[in-house]
């Protein structure tokens, strides 16, 4: 079997779905006995944070879709297009009360996507 190099196996995970790559996530995880799971930073027992941290402002934040509401259709299709899901995974994500549709994503990016999402009739909640 030749080598594969690093560009070509990213270019072969391009293709999978969430789905394919979550399950071969977990099949590497068990065959090489190993986490995918990032590092947890244990707190320092001095005391709470520092209030300078809670002033910080936040930059990441999670699109939550509350509901689909009528024009269901419409809601899959612009997740589709958020996201790289396909209509099966999208449709079920919609189908899910407070469904994450992203993660972890720029306010502005946010902002848009939930625009867009209302603009199919869903209920967004960007946290």
Do not use: H, N
Not at 112 to 122: F, I
Request: cysteine-free; proline content about 2%.
């Amino acid at each position: 079997m030749a080598k594969l190099s690093q560009d070509e196996l990213l270019a072969q995970f391009e293709e999978l779905t969430l789905i394919e790559l979550a399950a071969f996530v977990k099949a590497f995880e068990e065959k090489f006995d190993v986490t995918a799971a990032a590092p947890v930073a244990v707190a320092a027992v001095g005391g709470p944070a520092a209030p300078t941290e809670a002033a910080e402002e936040q930059d990441e934040f999670d699109v939550i879709l509350d509901a689909a509401g009528d024009k269901k259709i419409q809601v899959i299709k612009e997740v589709r297009t958020l996201t790289s899901l396909g209509l099966k995974e999208a449709k079920d994500l919609v189908d899910t009360a407070g469904a994450k549709v992203l993660e972890k994503v720029a306010k502005d990016v946010a902002e848009k996507a939930k625009a867009a999402l209302e603009g199919a009739g869903a209920k967004v909640t960007v946290k």
